[in-house]
């Protein structure tokens, strides 16, 4: 069944899959995976995928694996992990539309995945490859729904989950899921690019598989939720699929999705691809406008949406080349204008995390601003809501009462107590320095302890 390699994005160069790799050995650059396609006849595919929504065999009802001639990088289904994921609803949102000046927006809502986000649908393909080339641990830097994510997905897997997360920049709905998952959960100084460089080091230096987006099979999964919402909507492409973009690896995916989609003649025509980011933390927005889009400019990211609170995307370049396959675009929103988006999303019934509401900004301003990249009332949108609303509660009770601020340092402490419950099973994080070395003797203290205890069976 396997018919992949690993493309160079920049220089082609190509390399089997037998081995953990991130990045080109010749230019430095990302990687693909790719396929030998053979012979792909889109509508006896499209008959199939059919037939398996009525399967009971959990592959056939996960919304990444029903796909599986599309992901044709394993030699036996055995291999495959499942929760199972996708079969995410396309909701009608009529208030919101009415927010955004459209006359219709439907809303892809991924937050109905297992963890409660998109991230879900990445660590099936990720951590399945995990699985193929034997490793017994993964590990990824966060700002929360990647590590509550893989911490779910490697625990189903009988592996040992690794996060790294910046110290007092994650929200408890994130951080409870990375904890009860039983993830070695290590609190970093410094924010999320800080973090992402620091796993770089460490996974170079013992050897633990990486399950960031800088992992080309993690994005395998994720171009799937363009070919389920195809799929949904009996392959008829809207004109727009809107998508909150922070370190990009989302965007990226939903871009190769499509394009293979097109390329194979699932789809006759590729709907534009609009990437927004919160004002704070813009990056791929300040490069695409800077005039010089090959170099990106960095930004210290600073928003409340903290999914995609990033300033460093590793798949910029992937983005971007998303952007120009689909004709699209990548425009930027304040803070304001997600917060607002967000209470007007709460409006529908349908809720999301602060992240996914930069999506619902971006689309009523560009609706609004009448520039070349203007969103027409009559346009055939679709938008991804990538979390769901309870992974950052505290967000939604303060705008609603009033305590929202850009800036502000809050406390969480016992007032009063008694009757303690004693954590027979806690999973402590642990708080440690911006070091590699520190970060290193964290990791194998735990593995030894998990030995000694035998926790992980």
Known sequence: MNRAS?????????????????????????????????????????????????????????????????????????????????????????????YCGLNRLTVKH???????SFKDHGMATGVTEGKILGMTAVLCASTGNTSASMAAYAARAGMLGIVLVPDGQITFGKLSQALDYGALTLMVEGDFDDAQELMREVAEEIGIYVLNSINPFRLEGQKTIAIELLHQRNWSPPDRIVVPGGNLGNSSAIGKGLKELYDLGFIDRL???????????????????????????????????????????????????AVEWTNGWVTEVSEQAIADAKAIVGRDGIGCEPASAAAIAGIASLVEQGTDEVVSRDEDV????????????????????????????????????????????????????????????????????????????
């Open 6 to 98: 690993l493309r160079c994005i920049t220089c082609a160069a190509t390399y089997p899959t037998t081995q953990p790799r991130y990045h080109c050995d010749q230019c430095g650059d990302l990687l693909d995976v790719t396929y030998d396609w053979g012979a792909i006849d889109p509508e006896r595919l499209k008959r199939l995928w059919n037939e398996r929504l009525q399967s009971p065999r959990p592959i056939d009802r996960s919304g990444v694996w029903r796909y599986r001639e599309l992901l044709p990088f394993y030699e036996d289904e055995s291999q495959l992990v499942t929760y199972p994921e996708g079969n995410t609803p396309l909701l009608d949102a009529p208030r919101t539309a009415a």
């Open 110 to 116: 991924l937050g109905f995945n297992p963890t409660g």
């Open 271 to 321: 709907p534009r691809l609009t990437i927004v980011q919160a004002s704070g933390a813009d990056p791929l927005y300040r490069t695409i406008t800077s005039g010089d889009p090959t170099r990106l400019i960095t930004v210290h990211a600073k928003t409340l949406a903290t999914a995609i609170k990033i300033g460093r995307p590793v798949s910029w370049k992937k983005a971007m080349r």
């Open 382 to 457: 679709v938008a991804l809501l990538t979390g769901h609303l309870l992974k950052d509660p505290d967000y939604t009770v303060r705008y609603h009462v009033g305590e929202l601020y850009e800036e502000f340092v809050t406390e969480t402490r016992v007032l009063q107590c008694s009757n303690p419950i004693r954590g027979t099973f806690a999973n402590m994080p642990i708080r440690v320095p911006s070091d590699k070395q520190r970060i290193i003797a964290a990791i194998e203290g735990f593995r030894r302890s998990e030995a000694l205890t035998g926790r992980r069976g």
